[in-house]
């Protein structure tokens, strides 16, 4: 049932006119609210009291699926975070985190305080089952009910949101986390309120390295400085998962140095891409093919992209600025990535600058002269890669950090992936 069907229902129910209920419902819908929320809404607004439909279900949390409507659920909470949104014009403060019980956990989201923390036992009552990422998600809005719970409810899984960066995934939300600030930058942007400054960089741990955008900036974040970040959510960045930080995010220093893994986990290509996209990771495998592209390029000034023929795609004709690059075909044998070298690595590749690559072409009247003594250079040899894997509809791409010939051995590497694939999948080796 479509937004029309279901104004045309709730006009028909509450004598009112199906112009202004389709919109108060759309309003709704656009804010992800849940349509089931967005018609109590509705019929809040026009007197129509809560709902007719059918009394919630009570169900374990592993049983609640995407077509349900209205749950009863006995649950723990695991994490509780604190967000700021825009909805309908207006600022508007929700938590979420995540419930659980003996048979799964899901995600929520409270459109009011509740007044529950980490740890607690809850009867959830009359909670809107949405879909988000594909999943699931527990919707508390007015007509839910909360009743904390004498008897605790045991769960599998830790409570209170604390996590490694190497375990937090995009959606994460009240997540708690000991971090070291590697790279931090200050910014200016176009905001939902005009310019805004905000700090982005990079933070790791022992297990990984991630992106990180702190809304509104924390004067403790430092280069190396090490931190405890309470209430932080997760997005995905470029393929991979981004730490955020917002005016109701804690940030506390710690009394020891969190250390930080120098070293990249090292995979194979195809399982590197299984992950969906790492911000740092290390493969090796035979360089195919340098595709085109690649060699010498031309930039736009004002956003980077590459231009063909003098014409940016988004800024017209500009006067382009020179750069290099490579796009290098990795493949493994377990899969195929397209390694993306920038212009210090690539003029490592080239053997010499750019000034004299720039030379090369004006002597033989062609830039292609420059991609194709690359490919001369480099194709058939086995590289060991290692940079920010992101994967899309498009395919695999990881932006170098490091490129270098590989002096791995090829039977220990081997007997590595085997043992992983004994690991991973119980075979027997």
């Not at 609640?64 to 975070?81: C, E, F, H, K, P």
């Not at 290509?269 to 992950?275: H, I, S």
Request: proline share 3%; net charge negative.
């Amino acid at each position: 049932m479509d937004v029309d069907d279901h104004a045309e229902e709730l006009a028909s129910d509450l004598g009112v006119d199906k112009a202004e209920v389709k919109q108060d419902l759309e309003n709704l819908v656009q804010y992800s609210v849940p349509i089931e929320e967005a018609k109590q809404s509705v019929r809040r607004k026009h007197g129509g009291g809560s709902s007719g439909g059918s009394a919630p279900t009570s169900k374990d949390v592993g049983d609640v699926t995407t077509g349900d409507g209205n749950v009863t659920v006995s649950v723990r909470v695991l994490s509780v975070g604190t967000r700021t949104i825009r909805y309908q014009g207006e600022d508007q403060t929700i938590r979420e985190g995540e419930l659980a019980d003996g048979t799964g956990r899901i995600s929520y989201t409270a459109w009011q305080d509740f007044g529950f923390e980490p740890g607690d036992s809850l009867t959830v009552g009359n909670a809107n089952v949405r879909e988000w990422d594909g999943a699931p998600e527990l919707n508390l809005g007015q007509s839910t009910t909360v009743a904390m719970s004498d008897e605790e409810v045991d769960v599998p899984y830790e409570v209170g949101g604390e996590a490694d960066l190497i375990d937090i995934d995009p959606g994460d939300r009240g997540r708690v986390l000991d971090v070291q600030v590697l790279e931090v930058e200050q910014k200016t942007i176009d905001g939902r309120d005009g310019e805004t400054t905000i700090l982005s960089g990079v933070v790791g741990d022992e297990t990984a390295k991630l992106p990180f955008t702190d809304w509104s900036p924390h004067p403790d974040i430092q280069p190396g400085a090490s931190l405890r970040l309470s209430d932080v959510y997760v997005r995905e960045f470029r393929g991979v998962p981004s730490v955020n930080l917002s005016e109701h995010t804690t940030v506390s220093e710690l009394d020891a140095d969190v250390e930080v893994a120098e070293e990249a986990p090292k995979m194979g290509v195809g399982e590197a891409v299984a992950t969906g996209g790492m911000f740092d990771v290390e493969v090796v495998g035979s360089l195919l093919a340098v595709r085109d592209g690649s060699g010498l390029i031309e930039r736009c000034p004002e956003c980077g992209r590459v231009v063909q023929n003098g014409q940016c795609r988004s800024h017209g004709e500009v006067d382009a600025e020179d750069d290099m690059r490579v796009k290098a075909i990795i493949d493994d044998g377990s899969g195929t990535l397209t390694a993306v070298l920038d212009r210090e690595l690539t003029e490592r590749v080239y053997g010499d600058d750019m000034d004299a690559a720039l030379d090369a072409a004006r002597e033989a009247m062609d830039r292609e002269v420059v991609a194709d003594d690359i490919r001369e250079e480099v194709v058939g040899r086995e590289f060991r890669v290692r940079g920010n894997l992101s994967v899309d509809e498009y395919g695999a791409n990881l932006d170098a950090t490091e490129f270098a010939e590989s002096d791995d051995d090829p039977a220990e590497r081997a007997r590595d992936a085997l043992q992983r694939l004994v690991g991973t999948q119980g075979v027997e080796a």
